[in-house]
């Protein structure tokens, strides 16, 4: 294989562990939804779980990125997490049409979703 070949592939990868990271997501947040219906959870603790949510999500993309990768694992762990992200905000500009709580919640949840998948890619 040539590099062209190799970096495409590690692309394609990378790719499918965010996938793979959003269908998590989406399977946490159905669950999430189930409680708050059965359970009347507060707003804290739904907040809490929304959190972990993100982190469980981005900490298995990051690991299973690290494992395929080898080398630089956090690197590749970092990479996934920034994307998850990125894609999460494009998300949320386009439904919301700005950036809400930019301030506070942006960069909370950019610091979250890079520092579990920079934690994942170096435990794999």
Known sequence: MDKKEIR?????FLLKCLLFSYIL????????ALFLYKFQLSEKIVSIA??????????FAGFMTGKRMGSRK???G?????????VMALISL?????????????????????AGGMLGGMLS
């Open 8 to 12: 495409s592939s590690n692309i394609l």
């Open 25 to 32: 997501t989406g399977g946490f947040l159905l669950l999430l």
């Open 94 to 114: 386009a439904v919301n049409h700005e950036f809400k709580d930019l301030g506070t919640h942006f960069f909370t949840t950019l610091s979250i979703c890079a």
């Open 50 to 59: 929304i959190i972990v949510t993100y982190v469980i999500a981005v900490f």
């Open 78 to 86: 970092l990479a996934v997490g920034l994307a998850y992200f990125a």
């Open 74 to 76: 956090f690197l590749w």
